[in-house]
């Protein structure tokens, strides 16, 4: 059965925005629903990467260790943004880490069961947009890092907290 809250916040996702309503729904039918509390450690910085994190409220704080051994602030991060696309496709390691500083409800979406449900369905990979490329992902292309991108025009784009520029594949945001 579709859930309709789990299809909304997926249908707006760029990834899924040219699948239809059953596509959608066997999507939904792998992702996790977590509530998580501040101070929750969600992505750990080298650690190997997972899934794709979409947040459906709350607040988290994304940072990267110095060369000096100090952990930089690096942005915020919340409701209508997502974390790890290009985990879904290839396997790769944290690049920075993600603690919680508002109660958030978050959308895992693992890559292993992900893989498993393009892998049967070749109508949903062929129909899922991959950010900066004019293909859907099954014409032979390879997912391109994410790139940052803005959820909708009432919402501000993430802002650094530090000098530094965030890390390519990390933080988008739904077009």
């Known amino acids: 059965m579709s859930d309709p809250f789990l299809i909304s916040h997926l249908k707006n996702l760029p990834l899924f925005a040219r699948l239809t309503q059953p596509q959608v729904s066997l999507i939904a039918e792998i992702v996790q629903v977590h509530r998580l509390e501040p101070g929750t450690l969600a992505l750990q910085e080298g650690q190997p990467s997972t899934g794709m994190i979409v947040f459906v409220s709350g607040r988290g704080l994304l940072t990267r260790r110095r060369g000096d051994g100090f952990e930089e602030q690096i942005a915020a991060v ?93 933080v988008s945001r739904p077009a």
């Open 78 to 170: 919340g409701g209508g943004q997502f974390l790890n696309e290009a985990s879904l496709y290839e396997a790769r390691l944290e690049t920075v880490s993600l603690r919680i500083v508002e109660s958030a409800v978050v959308l895992f979406i693992p890559r292993d069961p992900f893989a498993r449900v393009i892998g049967r369905h070749a109508e949903i990979r062929a129909n899922l947009r991959i950010p900066g490329s004019s293909h859907p992902a099954g014409a032979g292309q390879s997912a391109p890092p994410a790139q940052p991108q803005p959820a909708a025009p009432a919402r501000p784009p993430v802002q650094p907290i530090a000098q530094s520029t965030p890390p390519a594949n990390t």
